[in-house]
Nanobody, 127 residues
Framework: QVQLVESGGGLVQAGGSLRLSCTFTGRTFSRDTMGWFRQCIGKDREFVAA????????YYADPVKGRFTISRDNANHTVYLQMSSLTPEDTAVYYC????????????????????WGQGTQVTVSS
């Protein structure tokens, strides 16, 4: 059974940094595009970043470009999201997602392109 488990969330002051991790078990990790999404209360889940199977291509939403970095370690079945220069607008529950069909810039931004999701980890940025 495929399972994704996020960790690394917490409370941080504006301008600070956090690194989220997501461990993946249950199928061949290197076949999946991995994505990070976030969701605030009362809002739709929004795309944050994604990384292709080999790690050769990365994709970012405009609000996080230059501040967030996604990476993956296929040997350890883990994907990371390094977040810097955090602002209160980054406050959300962050979800890790895996999908074998998320293979283009358009598709990686769409939640239905991912068939497995983690439980989410809360990130709170105080002003």
């Amino acid at each position: 059974q495929v399972q994704l488990v996020e960790s690394g969330g917490g409370l941080v002051q504006a301008g600070g940094s956090l690194r989220l991790s997501c461990t993946f078990t249950g199928r061949t990790f290197s076949r999946d595009t991995m994505g990070w999404f976030r969701q605030c209360i009362g809002k739709d889940r929004e795309f944050v970043a994604a990384i292709a199977r080999s790690g050769g291509s990365t994709y970012y939403a405009d609000p996080v470009k230059g501040r967030f970095t996604i990476s993956r370690d296929n040997a350890n079945h883990t994907v990371y999201l390094q977040m810097s220069s955090l602002t209160p607008e980054d406050t959300a529950v962050y979800y890790c997602a895996a999908g074998v069909t998320a293979t283009t810039f358009t598709l990686v931004q769409l939640p239905p392109s991912y068939d497995r999701w983690g439980q989410g980890t809360q990130v709170t940025v105080s002003s």
